[in-house]
């Protein structure tokens, strides 16, 4: 039988704390603080209040981290550190061009689909680094608006990086707590994602179809031989990520957890690179994304304690049993639209464990993971602000309209409005019609019934039992 939670001091003194964090961190555009520093600063609060009031103490935040992220992360981004000087990511980009042979729209299609199968792999913000001053070198020899280019890079890592668990940070931290597999995880959303990439280059056909009428110049680009500068490198690098992938799909049955994978991996690669030391490597790292990630599951863990969001989950559960596949669809809707407004993993980061209160509630929240992972994913595409690739994308333009004294070059949030939140809206109509068709596989429970009370037990302790062992 449950009972309902009433609400109380702790409760209070975690919701006021993660309130005015999150709000922090939504407005850095006003104060300027950086968001890792505003967050380090709340998990502080938390872990202080949380003692003073009892419900959180030290042990339990260091328990509270997910560390699964932070080392999959870490590994990951060192081992694009590694890939990135060979020169290989920029000989694919001009073996394009030229394949493309000056038809744009079939230049945008191998872009994308390159981006894409990137993403799959490695972060889009890593990704559109990569590829964004490419596009915009090809763009300039073919004399064409890089634009449609620039957008269909931004929209397409997003989208790309929501089917596989390591392809996005919030997939990562939904997998996570959901004890998701990879194999799992990409079953799911492999699908949705195929079709959003093509409703988005298909979107982006018809929303830039003048622009990308014209006829461009024909240049000679750069061969592939000329490019690649680290050969030995680039290979070993492909050939470990193919291991990785397969270790990735084999993770469960070796009952390893996915940072196993990545840390094998990026050791075996740097025994393979002889020119720098792994400190060249490591300085790339994005130490302060790691720890912005340690101190919102810092935060979070503190509000678990305080069973605060237990107490919004009982409140939730009426609606979620009346209607699981509105519930879902509302929750796809809303998280793609929150997280066009404001960072998608801070929300991600505070709807885990409300789903998770209510799987410790006996309901089956499968469908619910699957909406959350397309709707904070997909959703990132909705402003220039939604994601981290897409503030990128934007400077970048605002760059190069600055250089060449263009304005029209600049990727205004009115031009975003008008080309990139259409396709997200296009997007989320595909999916939420894909997962009303096959709701019943979605609906499917991803552990077995007898594998969800340990789960939940282990991820919302009903108390701290600080001191006991």
Known sequence: MIHDLVFDTPMAVSAIILAVTFLAIFTEGLHHIHRTKIAMAGAAAMVFGGQFFGFYNPEAALEAIDWNVVFLLGAMMTIVSIMIPTGGFQAIAYWIARFSRGRLFLLMVLLGTAITCISLMLDNVTTVI???PLIILICQALQVNPIPFLLAAA???DTGGVATLIGDPTALMIGSAA?????????????????????TLFGL???FRDKLSVTPEKPEFPEG????????TWFYSLAVLGVMVLFFIFHKALAWEAWVVAVLGLTVLLFTTRKGSPDKFLANVELSLLLFFVSLFVIVGGVESSHFLEWIGQHIRPFVQGDLLVACIVLMWVAAFLSALIDNIPFTAAMIPIILGLEAQGINVSPLWWALAVGVGMGGNGSHLGSTANVFIVTLTERLAERENKPSLAITPGLWFRKGTPVMIMTLIVASIIMTVFFDFFEAPVHPPEAVAPIASTLMPESLDIGHP
């Open 179 to 199: 004890r998701i597999d990879f194999n799992t995880f990409f079953l799911h959303m492999g699908g949705i994602v195929f079709a959003a990439w093509l409703t």
């Open 155 to 157: 929209l397409l890592s």
């Open 225 to 232: 031989e000329t490019m690649l500068t680290d050969k030995r």
């Open 205 to 207: 056909k018809f929303l």
């Open 130 to 132: 990569i590829f964004g």
